[in-house]
C-alpha cells in the first residue's frame, strides 16, 4: 500500500463537525501536516503537529495523532461551505514531505 | 515576507512543444525547493527538489527536467511535450521542517 493513505471523500452537513482521517506506515517523521487546497489552488498550510504530541486546537481545527496506530485526524469544528477543499495530509522525511492522495471535503447546505 | 511567484498560471501546449515553468521566491535565502505534479483526482506527486544552486534531485524519471541557475529561482522544463504530462504543476519551498510553502500553481493541457 501508499506509504500516506486517506480517504478520498467525505461529505458533511453545514454546520456539523468534520473528521478527515489519514494512516501512514512510517513513523520516523518529525512533524505531521495537514494542507488544504481550494479548487484551482495550490495548497496552503492548515496546521501541523510535532510528533511527540498527541492533540493540538487551532481554533474550529483539532488534530490528534495516535502514535501507536499511526493514525492522523483533522477535525473541523462547525463546518461551513467555505470548508469545501480537497484536505491533504502530509508527513515530512528529512527535508522532503510525504502527501497523502487528499481528501475531498463537500459541504451540503 | 516571503512570496512564491509561479507562471503562467495556465498554459495549453500541443504534443512534442517545448515547456518551460519558471517560479521564484522572494524574502528568503537558500530555500529548498520543489516541483510536484498533482494529476486530475491523484494527489501530489514529487517530481524534482533542489537544495541549492545547480543541485537537482529527480524523484521520478519522466520527460521533465529541472534547473536552478539562481537561488531563488527554479524552473521546470521538457524538450517535448507527451499527453502525459497534462496535469497542475505546483512550486514549493521550505526551509527546515515547518511546512512548504506553495505557489498559485500551472494547469498545463497538453493537446
Known amino acids: 500500500g501508499e506509504d500516506v493513505e486517506q480517504s478520498l471523500f467525505l461529505s458533511v452537513r453545514e454546520g456539523d463537525s468534520s473528521v478527515i482521517n489519514c494512516t501512514y506506515t512510517?513513523?520516523?517523521?518529525?512533524?505531521l501536516y495537514w494542507y488544504k487546497q481550494e479548487p484551482g489552488a495550490g495548497l496552503q498550510l492548515l496546521t501541523y503537529?510535532?510528533?511527540?504530541?498527541d492533540m493540538k486546537q487551532d481554533q474550529r481545527l483539532t488534530v490528534l495523532l495516535n502514535k501507536k496506530d499511526k493514525h492522523l485526524s483533522l477535525r473541523i469544528a462547525d463546518t461551513q461551505t467555505g470548508d469545501s477543499a480537497i484536505y491533504f495530509c502530509?508527513?515530512?522525511?528529512?527535508?522532503?514531505?510525504?502527501f497523502g492522495p487528499g481528501t475531498r471535503l463537500s459541504v451540503l447546505p | 515576507s516571503q512570496t512564491i511567484h509561479q507562471w503562467p498560471a495556465t498554459l495549453v501546449q500541443p504534443v512534442g512543444s517545448p515547456l518551460s515553468l519558471e517560479c521564484t521566491v522572494e524574502?528568503?535565502?537558500?530555500?529548498?525547493l520543489y516541483w510536484y505534479r498533482q494529476a486530475a483526482g491523484r494527489g501530489l506527486q514529487l517530481l524534482f527538489y533542489?537544495?541549492?544552486?545547480?543541485?537537482i534531485s529527480s524523484e521520478v524519471p519522466q520527460n521533465l527536467s529541472a534547473s536552478r541557475p539562481q537561488d531563488r529561482q527554479f524552473i521546470l522544463s521538457s524538450k517535448k511535450l507527451l499527453l502525459s504530462d497534462s496535469g497542475f504543476y505546483l512550486c514549493?519551498?521550505?526551509?527546515?521542517?515547518?511546512?512548504?510553502?506553495f505557489g498559485s500553481g500551472t494547469r498545463l493541457t497538453v493537446v
Open positions: 524574502g528568503t535565502s537558500n530555500p529548498n
Open positions: 503537529i510535532f510528533s511527540n504530541m
Open positions: 512510517d513513523s520516523s517523521s518529525t512533524y
Open positions: 502530509a508527513r515530512n522525511y528529512g527535508q522532503n514531505f510525504v
Open positions: 514549493a519551498w521550505s526551509v527546515g521542517e515547518y511546512g512548504y510553502t
Open positions: 533542489s537544495v541549492g544552486i545547480g543541485q
